[in-house]
């Protein structure tokens, strides 16, 4: 994953909520088992829990042991990664609390860098960042990590990022979508502008259209009020999605720089053709799974899950047919879909390249005759282009078959384990590296176009 992050000093806030436990800790403690955080990077972990400092390590110890596996576990290394986290309890509404993270980070090496990361809801980022910038507990170094969503539509995004634009820079927000951070969605640059094969194809003359999934196979579990607010367009159109659509469409940036990559993804968004009340009528299917069975076991329906207000329009599976107006994309529609619920769990891309002008095989195969470049984010990460050839056998004649050419990352590059998503973002985030995380005009005009 490269060379070791620079030496931070990192607030948690809201350490003992899902995020941190399922995400942030377990990856941290990667980047510590892979010598990856520098030696005195310092972790101080907030919480409102009433636990001692030794209590909330046990707590931290006991929930990695269940997230990891068993070969991930060292006793040595999971002591002397808990070594580097401290503990407060803090009621994130108290200006006296904070006075102590101002106090806790002056005394540490004056070199280390503050990192603050916001795993709470987004009530309460304008409450924090006011309460830490009346302590003085933050610089023009100061970093602040905040997670989607980023407001509710564009008016409120704005507010948002207004209260963090008031005590952080621009450069010094890291916006996270952790999609960004997958294996293979950072293999979408390389393969697009590394390789020729690709990158000269890679228009409206030879592709026919695009397919982008996220589909999960369970249902909401248990976040029917916090999901009933958002739906599937909010809650993973305008980020997820949004953003594999940019990477997957953007010209090439003149260099891997930060500004260059997002300026492009910009440019997309900003060229999405505008969701009219017509384009709506056609290019939007919206629905809400209904009780049925999952792997053998009856499940409910949105309607009957725990915390159901009993009736609701809000949609658990989206589609949408997307219209780029510019020359590169005029004419190739993106359809985009994403549910709760669906068959399988499967995140993918399909790329489907135009047939050539002239056919010759038989006729009967014709509808083969198209490429396709299928692009896997989960599970089993990897790549696969179908191509097509001749098939074997002194009886087959000219008949062609259609196959792949493979490449599953684990196996291709002999590891057991890729790197989690969270991991590539944290460390990126310590050395001060902005590429893999949003800026604020991206959110904004995603927002612009979903808001419609």
């Known amino acids: 994953m490269g060379t070791p992050s620079t030496a931070c000093d990192l607030i948690l806030f809201g350490a003992m909520g899902d995020l941190a436990s399922k995400k942030l800790f377990p990856a941290l403690y990667q980047l510590h088992r892979a010598e990856l955080l520098a030696p005195g990077t310092r972790i101080l972990a907030l919480a409102r ?254 309607l009957e899950e725990d915390g159901s207000a009993g009736h609701s329009h809000t949609e658990t599976f989206v589609a949408l047919k997307v219209e780029i107006e510019n020359w590169r994309w005029a004419g190739v529609p993106f359809y985009i879909r994403t549910g709760k619920r669906l068959p399988e769990k499967r995140s993918e891309v399909i790329v489907h390249f135009k047939p050539a002008p002239h056919y010759i095989f038989d006729p009967d195969q014709k509808h083969l005759a198209n490429n396709k470049l299928i692009i896997r984010l989960q599970p089993d990460e990897g790549m696969s282009l179908q191509i097509l050839t001749k098939d074997q056998g002194l009886s087959r004649g000219m008949r062609l078959r259609q196959g792949p050419l493979e490449l599953t990352f684990a196996e291709a590059f002999n590891t057991d384990r890729i790197p989690d998503a969270y991991e590539r973002l944290l460390l990126e985030a310590m050395k001060g590296n902005q590429y893999l995380f949003v800026r604020r005009d991206e959110v904004e005009y995603a927002w612009h176009w979903v808001d419609q």
């Open 49 to 302: 829990r009433g636990y001692s400092p030794a209590e909330a390590r046990q707590v931290i110890r006991e929930r990695l042991s269940r997230t990891l596996e068993s070969d991930e576990l060292c006793p040595s290394v999971m002591e002397a990664f808990l070594e580097r986290v401290e503990y407060e309890d803090l009621d994130f509404s108290s200006h006296e609390g904070y006075l102590t993270l101002e106090q806790w980070h002056g005394s540490g090496p004056s070199e280390n860098t503050l990192i603050l990361y916001y795993a709470t809801p987004p009530g309460l980022y304008a409450t924090i960042t006011g309460h830490l910038a009346s302590v003085g507990c933050c610089d023009d170094t100061t970093r602040v990590v905040v997670e989607k969503p980023i407001g509710h539509d564009l008016a409120s995004s704005r507010e948002l990022n207004d209260q963090l634009a008031g005590v952080f820079r621009e450069e010094n927000i890291y916006r996270i979508d952790h999609y960004l951070g997958k294996e293979t969605v950072q293999n979408l640059i390389a393969l697009r502008f590394a390789n020729n094969l690709f990158a000269s194809q890679w228009d409206q003359n030879h592709i026919s259209h695009v397919e982008i999934t996220v589909a999960e196979s369970v249902g909401i579990e248990g976040r029917w009020s916090y999901f009933d607010g958002a739906g599937q367009l909010r809650d993973m159109v305008q980020s997820h999605l949004l953003q594999l659509l940019c990477l997957l469409a953007m010209d090439p940036p003149s260099d891997l720089s930060s500004d260059s990559i997002r300026d492009e993804k910009v440019k997309v968004l900003k060229a999405l053709a505008p969701l009219t009340q017509e384009r709506i009528a056609t290019h939007l299917v919206r629905g809400q799974y209904t009780a049925g069975t999952a792997d053998g076991k009856p499940v409910p329906g949105y």
